[in-house]
């Protein structure tokens, strides 16, 4: 896989961003109901890396923006940056059609506070529900064309997951 450098917001085609396997005390996974897609489309916290931005910087506003919260500690990433593409179709009404998916870096953190701070209704909201879910149920609840990263992340973060 190609070295991404810090700073480039695209690589070939593929949109560079960062994901959050956020867990509870329970070792319980949030995913967010996205408000953009007539589908029940649930997901776990991502989005891009903005310009000169590091991912680990990003994975920290990503979370603040979408969820609320900063209450968080890192557990591990993933050894490699991870892809997955958008369904035909949706290229051109994604993104402005510039990338037919994104290749991420993923985090999985622990969240230190309680559900009392998680806050969806942010300054640009991207959910209009949140729920916990185990990681046997998480693969479930995801889009079809992103399920099996979903299951490689299982794979790489389930070590760690009830420590």
């Excluded at 993933?78 to 997955?84: E, G, N, S």
């Excluded at 958008?86 to 290229?91: A, S, T």
Aim: aromatic share 12%; hydrophobic share 40%; proline share 4%.
């Amino acid at each position: 896989m190609d070295e991404v450098k810090a700073g480039s917001s695209k690589i070939g085609e593929y949109r560079r961003g960062v994901g959050i396997m956020l867990l509870n005390k329970e070792g319980q996974i949030f995913v967010g109901q996205r408000l953009d897609v007539r589908t029940e489309a649930w997901q776990m916290p991502q989005g891009g890396i903005e310009e000169g931005e590091e991912p680990r910087e990003a994975v920290f506003r990503e979370l603040k923006e979408e969820v609320g919260v900063d209450q968080v500690e890192i557990i591990a990433e993933t050894p490699k940056w991870l892809r997955y593409e958008l369904p035909k179709e949706l290229v051109p009404k994604v993104w402005g059609g510039a990338y037919v998916g994104q290749e991420q870096k993923w985090y999985l953190m622990r969240f230190l506070g309680d559900d009392s701070q998680i806050n969806i209704q942010t300054q640009v909201p991207e959910f209009h529900a949140w729920k916990w879910v185990s990681l046997e149920e998480l693969h479930k609840t995801i889009v079809c064309f992103k399920v099996a990263l979903y299951k490689e992340l299982v794979d790489i973060f389930a070590p760690y997951v009830h420590q």
